[in-house]
């Protein structure tokens, strides 16, 4: 079946540095890769995805490049603010039998930016 | 544009007892999904429907958990009786249609713990 790993956390950053977040991933067919956001006490946003080989996503300074010669798609942000803690997942959009397609998350990347 | 509504947003319950969950979609998407979002975990769908027939259950636990979606608009999500491995944030999402490409917008969740 699908699955998603990901780098586990907490991850703990100073404003301003960069940050990358390790996703990878096993899929039958070629998925759609996806990066969601939650912020504290919030619902799950989409961030970023890329739906091709090559394709890069990007959002809000965040940028992932989906990389099917390594099965990746790695988080990543030049310069962290204090307002991206969050907790990140990578997901997967593919085939999941009988013709459905089902989104398989990561467990999440719980990360800190202090001051 | 009104995101996806659930309610209630927690909810506390012993075990063997029951609880039903609500969920509003978008309007106009055709595709709603019941995720199950364990502490620490990432969301695990549960089931998905179609306008109002079910594309995939294959991950609910049938024996206790039920799920109907009547006129293709809201749905409610059930679970009899309850467990304490139970207690977790289900989720609520919808997009236009089913399809590898197309974004699924989360709602807030309802928080379930299981005394």
């Known amino acids: 079946g699908n699955s998603v790993t990901q780098m586990e956390g907490p991850v703990t950053l100073s404003e301003e540095a960069f940050l990358t977040i390790n996703c990878t991933y096993t899929?039958?067919?070629?998925?759609?890769l996806f990066w969601y956001v939650q912020y504290p006490g919030e619902g799950l946003q989409l961030l970023l995805k890329?739906?091709?080989?090559?394709d890069k996503g990007s959002n809000k300074g965040f940028e992932a490049t989906y990389r099917k010669e390594t099965t990746s798609f790695h988080l990543e942000k030049g310069s962290v603010q204090v307002s991206d803690s969050a907790v990140y997942f990578c997901?997967?959009?593919?085939?999941?039998?009988?013709?459905?397609?089902?989104?398989?998350f990561g467990k999440g990347t719980k990360l800190s930016v202090i001051p | 544009e009104a995101g996806v509504a659930q309610s209630p947003r927690y909810k506390i319950i012993e075990k063997r007892q029951s609880v039903a969950f609500w969920c509003n979609p978008i309007?106009?998407?055709?595709?709603l999904y019941w995720y199950q979002q364990i502490l620490g975990q990432g969301p695990k769908l549960l089931i998905q429907?179609?306008?109002?027939?079910?594309?995939?259950d294959s991950q609910l636990p049938k024996d206790r958990f039920s799920a109907e979606r009547l006129k293709g608009v809201d749905s409610t999500l059930k679970i009899q009786p309850a467990k304490l491995e139970d207690s977790a944030v289900y989720l609520c999402?919808?997009?236009?249609?089913?399809?590898?490409?197309?974004?699924?917008?989360f709602g807030p969740g309802t928080r379930l713990t299981v005394t």
């Open positions: 309007s106009g998407h055709a595709t």
């Open positions: 999402a919808s997009s236009l249609e089913q399809g590898d490409t197309y974004e699924q917008y």
């Open positions: 890329a739906t091709k080989a090559d």
């Open positions: 899929a039958t067919g070629y998925p759609s």
């Open positions: 429907f179609q306008n109002n027939g079910v594309v995939d």
């Open positions: 997901a997967l959009n593919g085939h999941a039998g009988a013709g459905s397609y089902q989104l398989t």
